[in-house]
């Protein structure tokens, strides 16, 4: 049950993470006020740039911490004979996102680039059309840390249950009470 | 074009051994470094990098390590709900240190933030 809630946990997250940038057709007021803005909307995504760099150098440096918790948590509950493989998959699918967050990142990071370099005033509506790509961009990875979360919620659960067979194995085990 | 054969460089090479190690050296050294920076650029380690002299100001916003609470709780020993709740300590405090982390959902990139904002432009992205 629980590695079919985490698949439609995934599936759900990919249908909703993945808002292809449509080119919208900008009139000619429109492109006006694009080539108006421009170099200071370039500006402005470069301080964005730069607060994401923070983000993702952060998150980086957590995910990697959270993995090795929860690496060093589901090695001691195989050692102790508990079965619980929710927490080994939930684990194993925290890791994966991880990479993908890790190239979601250079995706964004690549197309923010590429819109800070663009000759903007003499093509605003590509430069229009790719800043759009670039929030569609930003909108899979703030997906992506969310789904992350979510992850960690199915990891509370397989912790609750963790803790119920540890009980119930006292039990088992405390005298007076016949073994099995 | 230069044109000269295999046993002309041969000779060329025998004639200036020192001169061909050093240009033999310099040659490699590039490639070297050529392979390494294609690997730091294709690696996506070159967008992370805070090392350049106009970060300075974003080195200070990073946190220099994750404490490293996990070395705390080892992978072998027997596992009570003592040892649980000491893990869930460290594993609740980590999840609300994340919590407290940018998380790329802000509007800063929304037509009105950019000054885009005319009734059109709003329209239009919806």
């Known amino acids: 049950v629980k590695k079919a ?43 964005v740039q730069s607060s994401d760099k923070v983000a993702r150098i952060n998150r980086g440096r957590m995910y990697e911490s959270v993995i090795k918790l929860l690496t060093t948590l589901n090695s001691r509950v195989a050692l102790n004979n508990f079965s619980l493989p929710v927490l080994t998959d939930t684990t194993l699918t925290y890791e994966n996102e991880f990479g993908g967050f890790k190239k979601d990142y250079n995706a964004y990071e690549d197309l923010t ?18 800043l759009n790509q670039v929030r569609s961009a930003r909108n899979e990875l703030a ?24 009980v119930s194995k006292k039990i088992n085990q405390s005298p007076g009470v016949p073994q099995q | 074009m230069i044109n000269i054969d295999k046993q002309q460089l041969v000779n060329l090479v025998n004639k200036h051994k020192f001169s061909s190690l050093i240009i033999g050296v310099v040659l490699l050294s590039v490639f070297i470094t050529l392979f390494n920076m294609t690997l730091y650029i294709k690696s996506g380690a070159s967008s992370l990098d805070l090392s350049r002299p106009d970060y300075e100001q974003l080195r200070t916003q990073t946190k220099d390590s994750v404490s490293d609470s996990e070395a705390k709780f080892s992978p072998t020993g027997k596992l009570t709900t003592l040892e649980l709740d000491q893990f869930k300590k460290i594993y ?24 885009l904002d005319i009734q059109t432009f709003s329209d239009i992205s919806q």
């Open chain 1, 143 to 166: 997906n992506k840390v969310k789904l992350m979360n979510s992850l960690l919620n199915v990891y509370d659960e397989g912790l609750i249950m963790l803790e119920q067979q540890i």
């Open chain 1, 5 to 47: 809630e985490l698949l439609v946990l995934i599936i759900i997250s990919s249908t909703l993470v993945s808002p292809v940038a449509s080119a919208t057709s900008l009139d000619a007021n429109q492109l006006n006020v694009v080539r108006q803005n421009c170099t200071m909307i370039q500006k402005t995504l470069h301080q």
């Open chain 2, 92 to 115: 609740n405090d980590k999840r609300q240190e994340e919590s407290k982390l940018g998380d790329f959902q802000d509007e800063s990139l929304n037509d009105a933030s950019l000054r």
């Open chain 1, 113 to 130: 680039q590429s819109v800070q370099t663009m000759k903007c005033s003499q093509s605003p509506q590509k430069f229009y059309d790719r």
